[in-house]
C-alpha cells in the first residue's frame, strides 16, 4: 500500500516536465511515483496527484519541492490513507496568514516605531526569539500612548484578507467544518474578520484601553504557540474528534505547535522553519487552493 500522496497546486497547466522530474528525482531515492487520477482543475487551481510507495525524507522532500518551484507549482505531502471527509475542523492564523499585514507593526507605525516593533516579529516568527510572550509584551509596550482610533485605521487602511481566504471560508463553511481563526494579534481585528468572513470562533489577544488611548499592555492570558493549540484541541474535543481531523494553516514559528500532528498542515508564505515542517507549503497559490487537499 502507498505510504503518501503527493500533490502538486498550479495556477496555470501543471507542466509534464515537473512530472518526468519528479519521477525521475524520486527514483535516486528509492522511490516510485505512480500517478492518480491525471490532471484536474476547478477553475482557479490546476493539481495533480501522485502515491509514493514509501515515506520522504525532509531533505528528500524539499528537493522534489524545489523542482515544483522552478515549475510554478507548490507540492503538498499527505498521508496516503487520509480520506477528505476525515477533516471536520480548519483552524489558522491571522497575521501574514489570513491577511496581509501584521497588525502590530502597522499600529506602531503610527508612532513612527514600525522598524523596532518589526524586527521583534521577524526574529519570533523566525524562531530565534522562543519565547512569544515576553516578545509580545515588548512589542505592545512600544504602543503605548498610541490613539485606539489608529486600530480602526489599520482595519481600514491597511489590511486585506489574502489571496483566496474568503472563498477558503465559504468553501469550508460549505463543508460543515468547525472554523477556527486562532491568534497571537488582536481580538479587535479577529472580530472584525470572524464576523466578515464567517468563523465559528476567534480567539486573541485584548488590547488595554484607557481614556482612548494603548497603554502598552495586554489584558488576561496571552495566546502564544501553546494556547493556540490548546484552543484547537478543545474545538476538537467538543466535536468529538481529534487533531488529526484538523486543517491547520500558519506562517510563523508560534504556529508550529498548533500545526504539529493535524491531519492537515500548510504553511502559507510562511517562514522556512514551518514550510519544512508543514505537509504543504503554499507559495504561488492561494489560500483557497487548500480546499483542493480536501476533495
Known amino acids: 500500500m502507498p505510504k503518501l500522496s503527493l500533490i502538486a497546486l498550479s495556477r496555470e497547466p501543471i507542466q509534464e516536465k515537473l512530472v518526468f522530474e519528479l519521477k525521475d528525482q524520486a527514483i535516486t531515492f528509492g522511490v516510485t511515483l505512480h500517478t492518480v487520477g491525471g490532471q484536474i482543475s476547478n477553475g482557479a487551481y490546476y493539481s495533480e496527484r501522485w502515491e509514493s510507495n514509501q515515506q520522504l525524507e525532509t531533505t528528500q522532500r524539499e528537493n522534489l519541492r524545489a523542482i515544483a518551484a522552478r515549475l510554478n507549482s507548490d507540492l503538498c505531502f499527505l498521508d496516503a490513507d487520509l ?107 479577529t472580530e472584525k474578520l470572524r464576523q466578515q468572513l464567517g468563523f465559528k470562533q476567534a480567539q486573541a489577544n485584548t488590547l488595554e484601553i484607557i481614556n482612548g488611548k494603548l497603554t502598552g499592555k495586554v489584558l488576561g492570558d496571552i495566546v502564544d504557540g501553546a494556547a493556540k493549540a490548546a484552543y484547537l484541541d478543545e474545538a476538537c474535543r467538543l466535536l468529538g474528534c481529534t487533531k488529526a481531523n484538523a486543517m491547520t494553516i500558519g506562517d510563523g514559528a508560534n504556529d508550529l505547535i498548533m500545526m504539529n500532528g493535524s491531519g492537515i498542515s500548510v504553511a502559507y508564505k510562511a517562514k522556512p522553519i514551518v514550510k519544512e515542517k508543514a505537509d504543504a507549503a503554499f507559495d504561488r497559490v492561494g489560500l483557497d487552493a487548500a480546499l483542493l487537499l480536501i476533495s
Open 83 to 189: 480520506q477528505p471527509t476525515d477533516i471536520k475542523v480548519l483552524a489558522m492564523d491571522m497575521d501574514s496568514t489570513l491577511i496581509n499585514i501584521e497588525c502590530i507593526d502597522e499600529i506602531a507605525d503610527f508612532t513612527g516605531k514600525k522598524a523596532a516593533v518589526a524586527q521583534i516579529t521577524e526574529a519570533t516568527m523566525r524562531g530565534e526569539i522562543k519565547d512569544f510572550q515576553e516578545s509580545l509584551r515588548r512589542r505592545v509596550a512600544l504602543l503605548e500612548g498610541i490613539s485606539a482610533d489608529a486600530l480602526e485605521a489599520v482595519y481600514r487602511e491597511r489590511l486585506q484578507a489574502n489571496p483566496g481566504a474568503a472563498e477558503l471560508l465559504v468553501g469550508a463553511n460549505q463543508r460543515g467544518l468547525y472554523t477556527l481563526l486562532v491568534s497571537g494579534g488582536f481580538t479587535f481585528f
